[in-house]
Nanobody, 116 residues
Framework: QVQLVESGGGLVQPGGSLRLSCAASGRRLNIYVMGWYRQAPGKQRELVAALDNDRNTNYADFVKGRFTISRDNAKSTVELQMNSLKPEDTAVYYC??????????WGQGTQVTVSS
């Protein structure tokens, strides 16, 4: 059974940065397209970014130029560097396979709050 554990969230001021990390246990990630998703209160979960093993990326328009997704298959980790954060980026962030199908059980996510 794959377990995904997200970390790195927190409270940050507008314009600040955070780096999220996702660690997977129980399965190597090297054959999957991996993605970061987010869910804000009262909204559906949405894809933020995805990265395949050929380093092809797919970013949602609302994070292009601000967020960068990366992965380390040897460590089974996926990271999301978030810069120039905005209050509307406030959400719980999750990782999973992507960009269409989330194949693994969802982890607990990590809360990102952007507020002054």
């Amino acid at each position: 059974q794959v377990q995904l554990v997200e970390s790195g969230g927190g409270l940050v001021q507008p314009g600040g940065s955070l780096r999220l990390s996702c660690a997977a246990s129980g399965r190597r990630l090297n054959i999957y397209v991996m993605g970061w998703y987010r869910q804000a209160p009262g909204k559906q979960r949405e894809l933020v970014a995805a990265l395949d093993n050929d380093r092809n990326t797919n970013y949602a328009d609302f994070v292009k130029g601000r967020f960068t997704i990366s992965r380390d298959n040897a460590k089974s980790t996926v990271e999301l560097q978030m810069n120039s954060l905005k209050p509307e980026d406030t959400a719980v962030y999750y990782c999973n396979t992507g960009p269409v199908d989330a194949l693994f059980p969802w982890g607990q996510g990590t809360q990102v709050t952007v507020s002054s």
